[in-house]
Nanobody
Framework: VQFVESGGGWVQPGGSLRLSCAASGFTFSNYAMNWYRQAPGKERELVAGISSAGGSTNYADSVKGRFTISRDNAKATVYLQMNNLKPRDTGVYYC?????????WGQGTQVTVSV
């Protein structure tokens, strides 16, 4: 099982980024997928989730209305569109399936929001 995140970078407040996560080693379309983030000195937190077929999504209150999670089961890839980014969105972003089924994290992708 492998998760490879990409698309992070530096952006000014109010800017946008689109993260991608390529998954392999399991039947991607059978599992819900989630994005987590970890800010410096803080615990990892759940940001967004999407059901296996993509019909249901959920978001942390702090990102509702700004972030959109989506997936392409044919490409075994999950995305996170992040708009109107704020400095508090800074952190390393990770994707993973349900923690009850997956225990190996990818390397993550760094997102930095600052002036």
């Amino acid at each position: 099982v492998q998760f490879v995140e990409s698309g992070g970078g530096w952006v000014q407040p109010g800017g946008s980024l689109r993260l991608s996560c390529a998954a392999s080693g399991f039947t991607f379309s059978n599992y819900a997928m989630n994005w987590y983030r970890q800010a410096p000195g803080k615990e990892r937190e759940l940001v967004a989730g999407i059901s296996s077929a993509g019909g249901s999504t959920n978001y942390a209150d702090s990102v509702k209305g700004r972030f959109t999670i989506s997936r392409d089961n044919a490409k075994a890839t999950v995305y996170l569109q992040m708009n109107n980014l704020k400095p508090r969105d800074t952190g390393v972003y990770y994707c993973i399936g349900p923690l009850s089924s997956f225990g190996s994290w990818g390397q993550g992708t760094q997102v930095t929001v600052s002036v």
